[in-house]
């Protein structure tokens, strides 16, 4: 059997063969659970990310440490958020998803337990770090999970749940550890997530079934048609387990995940996405520091409280990230009278994001360079974060309709580039603005925002021959040699 044959979806299989296999296709019910219970898994993940954000200058005091010395605390644990997919993603394709999700979920309550207490700084960058890592599982495989157990028409709006649930984590996360760290400690907020991974983990194991299988892709005769799976036999660790050749296929997913960094649309998607998410630690981290100081003077739950403001922008970006998409996409499709995926077709939502959230980032830095009413900085910051969620998805599902077969290998490489970009912001964000001034440094941000997302004009015009160009190369070629 080749790579890419024995993962059912619906590119691969008409969807009457789905419906035809009574456990290609588990009910709706299944469906909303196991997905509802992974989003939960991204929303503490993204909550465990951003933590400390809120908490810099307490942890500067405890370890006698400088403000940009303790922003490594959120730098190392975004950045292994994102190099954990390159061991989870691999490991998914011979597992399964559901003994990955177990698994990370028990690294990350377990290093949570050892956060909560470090005696050193050294010990809670580590703590952090292995954190991250288990975090990490219920990121780059969501997607790929999405594209198993939804069909192409449903994708950008079961999509949105996905990323509505990672920005609510990064944006309501730093309200709740606000509230912690100022009514009890930091050791406290680590606590709180470790606990909370602890109730996801008793979730997973009622609610998560295996969206990912491994049967032959052919029609069934009706007397052949395998029994219906029951309850406690979806909930077996090896249904998605692939017994091929497994060292063979970390392998050969380990080199497929390096080959597509090299797919141009892979590239692209990772850079805006992680100029968004870089930005985002941007705004958060002066946000903490800037509102504490003259002639704010705020306590520190009014920072979290701030965080608010970006939801509602996060609230507002669920249509045009999700139904709208769709609604461009299947409508080209039936244009056309193919069903086909036009992943093309939804980067033309990118032009309502391209219009408020680069303003978003300029309206923010003035309003604070020049100490105004905090009413101006959360505008900015709504506007900025409407972006965030939005270009997210759009650019993220773009990519799985380019290579839904490879959706989580070519994640993988997203949430990588994502993550570095925004360990880089994270590490020299005091220094750049100390430098440049705040003005200066939202200006230069909004200029790249826009930079990267016009780069979406030749990807929407050139799209065919770039997936073509794709197609001759990597896994990609394999699948087509194998069809």
């Not at 789905?18 to 456990?23: A, D, E, I, R, T």
């Not at 940009?68 to 997919?85: E, K, P």
């Not at 207490?117 to 997607?143: E, K, N």
């Not at 939801?311 to 193919?338: E, P, Q």
């Amino acid at each position: 059997m080749g790579e890419a044959e024995g993962k059912i979806s619906d590119l691969q299989l008409a969807e009457e063969e789905l419906k035809q296999h009574p456990n290609a296709k588990p009910p709706r019910s299944a469906k909303i659970t196991t997905y509802a219970t992974i989003c939960l898994f991204s929303f503490i993940a993204n909550v465990n990310g951003s933590n400390f954000t809120v908490a810099i200058v307490p942890l500067s005091k405890h370890f006698d440490i400088g403000n940009n010395r303790a922003t490594w605390l959120t730098g190392f644990n975004v950045l292994m958020f994102g190099l954990g997919n390159v061991i989870w993603v691999p490991l998914m394709r011979v597992l399964g998803k559901r003994p990955v999700y177990l698994i990370a979920l028990i690294v990350f309550v377990a290093a949570n337990a050892w956060s909560t207490r470090a005696t050193t700084f050294g010990s809670l960058l580590g703590g952090r770090m292995i954190a991250g890592f288990g975090a990490s599982a219920a990121d780059a495989t969501v997607p790929s999970a999405v594209a198993d157990m939804f069909f192409l028409d449903q994708r950008g709006h079961c999509m949105m749940f996905f990323h509505f649930a990672l920005s609510s984590g990064i944006f309501l996360g730093p309200l709740i550890n606000a509230y912690v760290v100022q009514l009890h400690s930091w050791r406290t907020s680590c606590e709180w997530i470790g606990i909370a991974g602890g109730v996801i983990f008793v979730l997973a194991l009622l609610f998560i079934r295996e969206p990912q299988y491994n049967l032959e892709r052919r029609q069934w005769p009706e007397d052949q048609i395998p029994a219906k799976r029951t309850y406690t036999g979806w909930l077996s660790l090896t249904v998605g387990l692939n017994r091929d050749k497994p060292a063979r296929r970390f392998f050969i997913t380990f080199w497929d995940i390096l080959c597509m960094a090299f797919y141009p649309p892979v590239f692209w998607v990772g850079c805006p996405v992680g100029m968004f998410v870089g930005w985002t630690i941007v705004i958060q981290v002066t946000a903490a520091q800037i509102f504490l100081r003259p002639p704010y003077l705020w306590q520190l739950h009014s920072v979290g409280i701030f965080s608010i403001s970006a939801w509602i922008g996060v609230i507002l970006s669920f249509y045009i990230g999700g139904k709208l998409i769709d609604f461009v996409a299947n409508r080209a499709r039936r244009h056309d009278h193919t069903i086909k995926p036009k992943p093309e077709k939804r980067l033309l939502a990118l032009i309502v994001p391209f219009i408020l959230s680069p303003v978003g980032l300029i309206i923010y830095g003035q309003c604070m360079a020049h100490h105004t009413l905090w009413v101006g900085q959360a505008f900015g910051y709504a506007m900025h974060s409407f972006g965030f969620t939005a270009v997210s998805n759009i650019a993220v599902t773009f990519a799985v309709d380019c290579y839904q077969v490879y959706a989580g290998e070519a994640l993988v490489i997203v949430f990588v580039i994502r993550n570095i970009i925004a360990l880089v912001c994270s590490f020299y964000t005091n220094e750049w603005i100390g430098k440049d001034g705040l003005q200066a440094v939202t200006g230069t941000m909004a200029s790249l925002e826009w930079t990267l997302l016009l780069v979406a004009v030749p990807m929407y015009l050139f799209s065919r021959q770039i997936l073509s160009f794709t197609d001759s190369y990597g896994p990609m070629k394999r699948v087509h040699r194998e069809s």
